[in-house]
């Protein structure tokens, strides 16, 4: 089976930096990949980690080990737009995807 | 390429009815997924079609709900005899079936069933 953890709400101000983190416990591992979803939206693609290491996109990195079964993401900047749920999800036996539970991010001015 | 398209976007039933949702994938994407989202809870697995085949389903999805992609393009999800618990965002996702594009799944703005 499949199995993710994340913290299930992190609160941040305006203009720090936030990292939430995801473990995750996996057959057919193939890489790991974060979501982030608006109350009402859809979930729309941040970035996706197929080899270990730091992936960056603008204010938003996301990083893997998978001899540890590990990744985070990590944004920079906080903007009150950043207020969401984010979403890690495994990719697993090459086209599966299982989500974890979210986290919902709350940023103060 | 308008990205994944799903209607009703709203849905309200009462139980024992029948519900069909529709989902339009992005035109090039041979992967579909059915994903269903309650309150607080990140997506969660239903099925899932290569193309016109269904692949899996999960062991969530009793027998009354039902997945078809005829022709490989759109997909239906049908929900017979609903019950409240069925009340949810149904979501759709797409995808290209490749290593390295595959990475990312493109959701639909779901279709949102209360039962009442």
Request: with cysteine; proline share 3%.
């Amino acid at each position: 089976g499949q199995s993710l953890e994340q913290p299930s709400e992190v609160t941040a101000v305006e203009g720090a930096i936030v990292q939430i983190n995801c473990t995750y416990q996996t057959s057919g591992f193939y890489g790991l990949s974060w979501y982030q979803q608006h109350d009402g939206g859809a979930p729309t693609f941040l970035s996706y980690n197929g080899l270990d290491g730091l992936e960056e996109t603008g204010r938003f990195s996301s990083f893997l080990s998978r001899s540890d079964s590990y990744g985070y993401l990590l944004l920079q900047e906080l903007q009150m737009k950043d207020s969401a749920s984010y979403f890690c999800a495994v990719r697993y036996n090459f086209n599966k995807f299982y989500f974890g539970s979210g986290t919902k991010l709350n940023v103060k001015p | 390429d308008t990205g994944v398209s799903q209607n009703p976007r709203h849905k309200i039933t009462k139980r024992g009815q029948n519900v069909t949702f529709r989902c339009d994938p992005i035109s090039e994407h041979n992967r579909l997924y059915w994903y269903r989202q309650t309150l607080g809870q990140g997506p969660e697995f239903l099925t899932y079609f290569q193309n016109e085949a269904q692949l899996e389903k999960s062991r969530l999805l009793s027998d009354r709900f039902s997945a078809e992609r005829p022709k490989g393009s759109f997909s239906t999800l049908e929900i017979q005899r609903t019950e409240q618990g069925d009340s949810a965002m149904y979501l759709c996702a797409s995808s290209i079936d490749s290593f390295s594009s595959g990475n990312t799944i493109y959701f639909g703005e779901g279709s949102w069933l209360t039962v009442v």
